[in-house]
Each structure stands twice: as structure tokens, then as C-alpha cells.
């Protein structure tokens, strides 16, 4: 310094030169001092958000890995979704068992022994919160940034996840050329300058990244919990057996429905063997290890005995998945509980078995109708009856079996318990049998039907009432001769009564005999008309003559008959038929039975009691009827009331005077006419009689 300066002449301001030059190069000395510290805090700061970033990773894979239904019995199946997530966010991830084994990650991915250090435990246990960070250098002397996350599945601590990433060196000064520091003066300005408009779009890509994959994550888990659930609620397990490892996993169902808690144990396919029925393991064993040979599906039915002993019926499907070489390399399947629907099945086969049976022993032809369908199943007593022999019978041909003066009152009848809410149906007609002659049949059916009302099917029997009918013919052509004979001697009997009645000369009490003996003889001769007139319509021999007939008349002509006998008995009588339609129908007949229903409300009603009739029309008819406020008619007796010559106990104890004739003269003429007659009635509480008839287009006002 001293030889330079003396060869130099001093100049006059160079000092002034020198302090400019001095206070420059303090300047960017301390500028690049400045931008040194300030490089250095940045690298500082770089270094604390990445590990962060890694500990947030490692956490999430830590996470991912616990919830994995493999780990850890199946390891090595999470090795894909580990390379997966280390390329995306450029980490290099392993995860180490609890033992220290590397069973994931890039040691492995990358086809070389990576180097983990042993102390990998001692990492992670060094913090206060369980994570561990330290910067050791690897094997080429590159310092690395190390994060150990422990695995814990129900508390259990299950291995680690082991994140690596090379730290970012931040000096290293080259040799030669222009000074060091002014290169990194300026590049050091514009890296920080790039750095960290780079930094902020990495952050926003990596954080957007890491969103979506939390956002992925958290979807996965809410519908692995969906499936968890449904599986519990249907009552459905999973599993599947990785046969290249020989390791099997099971959902938390599959370990329910076998009585065990999940987790409690390690899934095998000896595991699962052991809980097979002794009869049910060889087949199940065998089905397994066809499809794993030949890559088909598989299905089969076995009984379990579960944890607890209890005995249950699993349903198991399933596939193989084949590799690109086609050879199975895993088995996957489900498992089912249908041990009630087993036994449902069961229980309705042996009740089938039984109606089968049955059906061969009864005597009676049963059937079912399909309502809706028209389909019809005939037993095996309907071709032994009949002589028909169907494969494939519907209703149309039972329908052209039916006597043709026949079909369309059983139709009608039909139709009105269809339209009804009644369940049981009964009617008698003849059938043809396969040689061309009738039987009278006996038909009652059970109808069955939806929550609306809607008829589905109808069962029922039919019984052969040939003979029966036979018989009813005889009888009613005897009671017809008889009533016949008993006319003449009634006639002469009443006409010498009459004559007796109108003599003047004989005593008072003879009056009397003569009056009681006529009222017998009119009961004895309506006794024998009646008589004649049931013999006539059962034999069909009585030709109706329909017109249109207005009830409302024929009502108020038989009240006005009746009313001495209303009086008699302080009977109210009200009478309902605004703007009634007319009926078609025999208007003598049609009388009659309205006499004979009004005759026995007065008959059975109480003194001072009331008589209420309504004609009201009901769709394509008009329905009538009488309610009195008597003594009613007991539930047991209120089928049996239209028979011939039957009474209900209670009018016999009371002696009310009567036939049993009325009643049934009634039903046959209004079943003939196409109509329906009925009875409604409590004990004590009154009855009420009712029949409909076919309506015209007529209106009566």
C-alpha cells in the first residue's frame, strides 16, 4: 500500500473520491449484508413452513392409513394410495411398521433399499405432541428433512409414517470468476423477487391441492360411513382375500353377523371355516378354491355358528379379479343373514304342501281365481266331479260352464259383493259336467283383498248339491199335490162357515166357534197358498211378467190394507221415495213381497214402536227397505232366515204366529226378478229388511 501510493501523485478531491467509493461499497456491502439476512430469514422461514407442511401431510397420511380397513393386516395394500399422494405433493413417503419394517412407500416404489433411520420411534416420540422433525444428511451427504407421524388405530400404536424432503441449501460460493457477492447481490434480489411470486402460486396451488384431497378424503370416509351403515341396516357384510399374499379383510358387518366385534380378530379363510357348519364347510371350502382356480363367481348358501353359538343362515356371492395375465389374484365378496327369510320360505312351502294335500283329500272341487288376471287353478276333485280336465283354466271357462238361466244372476251377485266390502260370497247354480248334463253346485268363496278394497283373488269350494236339489224337487211336488188336495175340502170348509156365520138362530157362544174356525181356515188356505206359490217358483213353473213398477205405490196400497193393524198397535210409520225410479219387475209379485216384509214389521215390532221405509235408488237399482224398533233377531239366526219354514228362537218363545214360509217366498221371488234380499238386525235393538231391484230409465215424482 505504502509503494503504491508513493509511485501515485496525490490529487487534489481523491480523497473525496475515495470516501464516494468507500461509502458505495459500504453501502452495498451492507445492502448485500442486508439481502444476505434477509435471504437467510426467508430460508428460515421456508424451512418452518415446509416442515409444517410435511407434518400436516404426514398427519393426513397417518389419518388415511388408520382408517384404511387393511391396515395393518393387509399393508401392503395402501402402498398404492401412499405413491399416489407422494407424487402429487413431491414427498418422498414411506411407512414403517410398528416394529421398524418398511412395508410402503418410496423405498419400495423406487426399486432400492431406502435409508430409514432405525431411530424413527425415537423421532417421533422426541416431541411434546407425538410428531417428530429432524434434518439428518443421507448417504450421498445431502441434508434431508425428516418427519415421523405415529399410526394409531382404537389407541393402538399400529407404525409410522416417515415423510422425507432434501433441504434447500443456502450458501454455497463458487470458485473463480467475478466476486461471489456481487452475483449474489443481485441474483439473490431477483431470486427473492421471483421467489416470492412463485412461493405465493405454489401456496395457493399446494393449499388448493391439499383442499381437495382433504375435501376427496372427507367424502371417502362420509360414504364408507354411508356403506357401513347400510350395510348394518341390511344386514349385509363384505370381504375380500388378497390370494397373492393370502391376506383377507372384512367390514365391521362381516365381523357382526359372525358375532364378533370388529378388529377382534385377524380374517382368514380358517378363520372363517371354523365358524361353518361341519356339513356346510367342505362345500363352502371347495366353492371358494373353484372360483379362485377358475376366476368364475361363485354363490352358496351355509349355516354359521356364531361367537356366541348362535346357529344363523348366511346368503354369500361374490366375483375373482383377474390380473392382465388372467389368473385370479384376489377374491372379493358379500355375505347376507337370511335366516328368516329361509324360514318364511320354509314355513310357505310346508302350507303349500299342505293346501296340496288337502286339496287331494277333499271331496269338494276348490279353486282360486286371479281377479285381476283371470287366471284359474282348479284342484284335482274338479275333473273327478265334473269329468273337465284343463291345463290352463281361466274364469271364461268356468263362466260358459254355467247354466245359461243361471250365469247372469251369479255374475250380478258377483259384481254386487265385489262392489261391497264384504268378504265371503255364496250362491247355488248348475254346472254342465262334461257329458252335457247339469249338476246343482253349492259355490262359497272367500274373497281377498288390498289395502284400498280392491278384490285381489277369491278362494272357494264347490260342492255337488245334485241330490240334495233332487230331493227339495220331490218334497215341493209333494207339498204341491198336497196343497192341491187340501184346496177343494179349504173351499167347501169356508163356504159352509160363511153360511153358518150368516144364521140367526143359533146361540152366542156358536157365533164365536164360527168366527175362530173361519180365521183358521184363512190362515189354513194363506198357509196352503203360499205353499203352492214356493212349489211353483222353485219348479219354475210361475212366468213373470217385468213392467216398470213404481214401490212407492205399491208400499202406500199395502200400508192402506195394513192400517187396522197399524192402529191396533200404535205404530209411526214414515215412508221415504222422493223421486224414486220405477222398478222392473212383476208388479204382483213384487206386492206380495212387500206385504209379507211390512206384515212382519208390524208382527215383531213393540206397541207404540215405529216402522221406517226407504226407497232410494243405488247405482243401476233401487233398494228398499222396512226397519222396525221389535224384538230383533239373534246373530245366529240371521243366516238361516231365508230358509223354508225356519223361525228364530226368540219369535217362537214369544208365540208370535208364523210359518217360516214368508220369508223364504220373499227371497225367491226377488231372486228371480235379478234382485238381492238381506237382513240387518242386534238383539233387542229392532231389524231391518232390504232387497234391490233392477231400475228403469223412468223417474217417478
Not at 430409514?116 to 422433525?133: C, F, K, Q
Not at 250365469?407 to 261391497?420: G, I, T
Request: net charge negative.
Amino acid at each position: 500500500m505504502t509503494g503504491r501510493s508513493a509511485s501515485r501523485p496525490y490529487t487534489p478531491g481523491a480523497d473525496h473520491v475515495l470516501a464516494v467509493w468507500t461509502l458505495i461499497v459500504l453501502t452495498i456491502g451492507s445492502l448485500g449484508i442486508a439481502v444476505l439476512l434477509g435471504l437467510y430469514q426467508l430460508h428460515q422461514r421456508e424451512l418452518d413452513q415446509d416442515k409444517a407442511e410435511i407434518q400436516r401431510l404426514g398427519r393426513f397420511l397417518a389419518t388415511v392409513i388408520s382408517s384404511h380397513p387393511a391396515w395393518p393386516q393387509n399393508a401392503a395394500a395402501i402402498g398404492p394410495e401412499v405413491a399416489t399422494l407422494g407424487n402429487t405433493v413431491e414427498l418422498e413417503l414411506s411407512v414403517v411398521s410398528a416394529d421398524g419394517r418398511l412395508v410402503a412407500g418410496a423405498g419400495i416404489a423406487g426399486g432400492r433399499p431406502f435409508s430409514i433411520p432405525v431411530d424413527a420411534p425415537e423421532i417421533a416420540l422426541s416431541s411434546t405432541n407425538g410428531i417428530g422433525v429432524a434434518e439428518r444428511p443421507d448417504a450421498d451427504g445431502v441434508l434431508r428433512t425428516h418427519v415421523a407421524v405415529p399410526i394409531r388405530k382404537t389407541g393402538a400404536l399400529t407404525g409410522y409414517v416417515v415423510a422425507i424432503r432434501k433441504s434447500p441449501p443456502f450458501f454455497r460460493p463458487e470458485r473463480g470468476g467475478r466476486p461471489f457477492l456481487v452475483y449474489l447481490t443481485g441474483a439473490g434480489t431477483l431470486i427473492v423477487l421471483v421467489a416470492v411470486r412463485a412461493t405465493r402460486r405454489v401456496t395457493r396451488h399446494a393449499d388448493g391441492l391439499i383442499a381437495e384431497i382433504e375435501a376427496a378424503s372427507a367424502r371417502q370416509q362420509a360414504s364408507e360411513a354411508g356403506m357401513a351403515e347400510a350395510q348394518r341396516l341390511a344386514r349385509i357384510g363384505s370381504w375380500e382375500w388378497d390370494v397373492s399374499t393370502d391376506t383377507v379383510s372384512w367390514s365391521n358387518e362381516h365381523f357382526r353377523l359372525f358375532g364378533l366385534e370388529p378388529g377382534t380378530v385377524t380374517p382368514s379363510l380358517d378363520v372363517y371355516l371354523q365358524h361353518v357348519d361341519p356339513d356346510d364347510r367342505a362345500k363352502a371350502k371347495a366353492t371358494l378354491n373353484l372360483s379362485r382356480r377358475s376366476g368364475g363367481p361363485f354363490v352358496y348358501h351355509q349355516q354359521i355358528v356364531r361367537a356366541d353359538g348362535v346357529v344363523r343362515t348366511l346368503y354369500s356371492r361374490g366375483e375373482a379379479v383377474c390380473g392382465a395375465d388372467g389368473t385370479p389374484v384376489r377374491l372379493r365378496g358379500t355375505v347376507q343373514d337370511v335366516t328368516e327369510q329361509r324360514a318364511a320360505a320354509e314355513a310357505l312351502r310346508q302350507s303349500e304342501h299342505r293346501f296340496h294335500l288337502a286339496a287331494l283329500a277333499s271331496s269338494e272341487a276348490l279353486c282360486e281365481w286371479n281377479i285381476e288376471t283371470g287366471a284359474l287353478w282348479l284342484n284335482e276333485s274338479f275333473t273327478a266331479l265334473f269329468g273337465h280336465s284343463v291345463a290352463h283354466p281361466s274364469v271364461e271357462f268356468w263362466k260358459n260352464l254355467i247354466h245359461a238361466n243361471d250365469v247372469e244372476r251369479v255374475d250380478r251377485s258377483l259384481q254386487q259383493v265385489f262392489a261391497s266390502t264384504g268378504s265371503l260370497w255364496s250362491e247355488e247354480y248348475r254346472l254342465r259336467r262334461a257329458d252335457g248334463t247339469y249338476a246343482w253346485v253349492f259355490d262359497r268363496g272367500f274373497i281377498e283383498r288390498d289395502a284400498t278394497n280392491r278384490p285381489l283373488r277369491m278362494i272357494a269350494s264347490l260342492m255337488d248339491i245334485t241330490h240334495r236339489k233332487e230331493a227339495e224337487r220331490l218334497k215341493s211336488d209333494f207339498v204341491s199335490f198336497v196343497s192341491h188336495q187340501l184346496r177343494t175340502p179349504l173351499a167347501g170348509m169356508n163356504w159352509m162357515l160363511e153360511l153358518a156365520a150368516e144364521c140367526e138362530r143359533l146361540p152366542p157362544d156358536a157365533h164365536e166357534y164360527i168366527s175362530n174356525a173361519r180365521e183358521a181356515a184363512a190362515r189354513l188356505v194363506s198357509l196352503v197358498n203360499d205353499l203352492l206359490d214356493i212349489a211353483r217358483l222353485e219348479a219354475g213353473r210361475i212366468v213373470m211378467t217385468p213392467e216398470p213398477v213404481r214401490l212407492a205405490d205399491a208400499t202406500r196400497s199395502v200400508l192402506t190394507e195394513l192400517e187396522s193393524l197399524i192402529a191396533e198397535k200404535g205404530l209411526q210409520v214414515s215412508v221415504d221415495a222422493d223421486h224414486a225410479p220405477a222398478v222392473l219387475a212383476d208388479p204382483q209379485l213384487v206386492r206380495q213381497v212387500v206385504m209379507n216384509l211390512i206384515s212382519n214389521a208390524i208382527k215383531y215390532n213393540n206397541p207404540g214402536g215405529r216402522l221406517d221405509i226407504r226407497i232410494a235408488a243405488q247405482n243401476d237399482a233401487l233398494e228398499w227397505s222396512v226397519r222396525d224398533t221389535g224384538m230383533g233377531i239373534p246373530r245366529a239366526a240371521q243366516s238361516r232366515l231365508f230358509e223354508k219354514f225356519f223361525r228364530a228362537d226368540n219369535a217362537v218363545a214369544q208365540e208370535v204366529e208364523g210359518t217360516g214360509l214368508g220369508l223364504h217366498l220373499v227371497r225367491l221371488i226377488i231372486e228371480q226378478a235379478g234382485g238381492r234380499v238381506w237382513c240387518e238386525s242386534e238383539p233387542g235393538a229392532g231389524a231391518l229388511f232390504a232387497f234391490t231391484l233392477p231400475a228403469t230409465q223412468q223417474r217417478v215424482h
